[in-house]
């Protein structure tokens, strides 16, 4: 009987999930090479820390589950049920870097950035025998004597146009989406893998902004101001989300539009456009609103007003302007119900480009229970390849690392059924 460090694995992708794959397939034992089309490793993981690395949230497990959507949610739930946010918190922890969960429920490195974090773990990965392959891109699989896809056999072009074939006992493919493209995530693989017979949805900005077109005038003034505290919604019964609200060059972009960003981009593609409500004041109640408006001085001007008695920034009140199509009612009962709900219409969110994660990828009906592609045996698919979303968080995190522990664990135990 063959042990497992007779067999070889390809890690095709050197992002959170890659990563994470090849340190269980390298901890049994297995000879792993990762394959990376950028100059290094780890890129993603870097730029995610750039604003505090958002490991995984202190939520109950119960309660991290309901953030996920996917057609098999009982496939991702297992997964991440079995490698989870205190597995993860563990594991971080072993690579010296102890977590602490923010004032948000969010969990992060001690301190709080990737570099310390990916400069441990590359050594761990060393350390067993990982070898990363960068400047190598991806290009499918040789032909077998049949003329499909070998999955036994990877190929791969070098960064001096080479092609070269890797032997592989599995592979895992943890490409990542086609978010973030400037490091490595660039949804070249999609149509490899149509090609190759495997259903892939389209992949999809999530997490991303919405484009509001400003006029000159107001974008040289208030492009970089926040909407401080509001409350957006998608129509009158439909998901909300509260925090502050970037004015960006682009439209809108933060915490409560990331959260409503999938709704609204599915809302866009059904109906052409979406209406998003936002409430200016989600703390007061709509007849205290107009209780304060009639405290209107009679020189005030209404931004005044707004200002002194609501407490209205200069740029909210712009804002309000801008994105209604006449004036601003002056009577205080229409004026405190529009407060509490300015439409504003999007026709497009941001491009996936400038997304923070994209939905879509490898239908999961596509793969079994180790993710494990039921056309191509051998070959395993982790992290936001797949066809799942969530909301930022940690979540997104969470999963990739979940995915990819299962999809190791899948062909631990495929090879050794061989």
């Known amino acids: 009987m063959r042990a497992a460090s007779d067999f070889h694995a390809v890690v095709v992708g050197g ?12 901890s049994a034992g297995m000879h792993v090479t990762v394959v990376e089309h950028m100059p290094s490793v780890g890129r993603k993981l870097l730029l995610a820390g750039r604003s505090g690395l958002n490991l995984t949230h202190g939520e109950p497990i119960d309660r991290v589950l309901t953030r996920y959507t996917s057609d098999r949610p009982e496939l991702l739930h297992a997964a991440v049920r079995a490698f989870g946010p205190d597995e993860v918190r563990a594991w971080s922890n072993g690579l010296g870097e102890p977590t602490f969960v923010g004032t948000s429920g969010r969990v992060f490195p001690r301190s709080l950035r990737a570099t310390p974090l990916l400069r441990a773990w590359l050594a761990r990965l060393a350390g067993v025998g990982v070898v990363a392959q ?96 509001v409350e957006l919604r998608l129509g009158p019964h439909g998901p909300s989300a509260r925090g502050d609200v970037m004015i960006t060059a682009q439209g809108l972009e933060g915490g409560p539009v990331y959260t409503l960003s999938s709704a609204v981009r599915d809302a866009i593609a059904r109906d052409g456009s979406a209406v998003v409500h936002v409430d200016l004041h989600p703390d007061l109640a709509v007849t205290e609103l107009a209780v304060r408006l009639r405290r209107r001085r009679p020189k005030d001007s209404l931004s005044s007003t707004l200002k002194r008695t609501l ?52 239908a999961l009906d ?29 979540y997104l995190l969470q999963a990739t690392f979940s995915t990819a522990v299962a999809a190791a664990r899948g062909a631990l135990r495929w090879i050794e059924r061989q």
């Open 15 to 26: 992002g959170p999930g890659g990563l994470m794959a090849a340190e269980v397939l390298a």
């Open 134 to 229: 960068t400047r190598t891109r991806w290009l499918g699989w040789a032909s077998g004597p049949d003329g499909r896809a070998d999955p036994r056999t990877v190929v791969v072009q070098r960064a001096d146009g080479r092609r070269d074939e890797l032997p592989a006992d599995v592979v895992v493919l943890a490409l990542g989406g086609a978010s973030w493209p400037r490091v490595g995530s660039d949804g070249g693989w999609v149509e490899v893998l149509r090609a190759a017979g495997v259903a892939v949805r389209d992949l999809l900005p999530s997490n991303c902004g919405f484009v509001v077109p400003w006029s000159p005038p107001f974008a040289e003034r208030h492009v970089g101001t926040p909407l401080k505290n």
């Open 311 to 362: 407490g209205l920034s200069p740029a909210a009140v712009a804002w309000c302007r801008e994105v209604l199509p006449g004036p601003l009612p002056t009577d205080p009962d229409e004026l405190a119900a529009l407060l509490k709900a300015v439409p504003v219409r999007v026709r497009s969110t941001t491009a996936i480009a400038r997304a923070i994660s994209s939905a879509g990828g490898v």
């Open 366 to 394: 596509e793969v079994d229970d180790s993710f494990m592609l039921v056309r191509m045996p051998g070959t395993f698919v982790a992290g936001e390849m797949l066809d799942w979303d969530a909301p930022t968080g940690g």
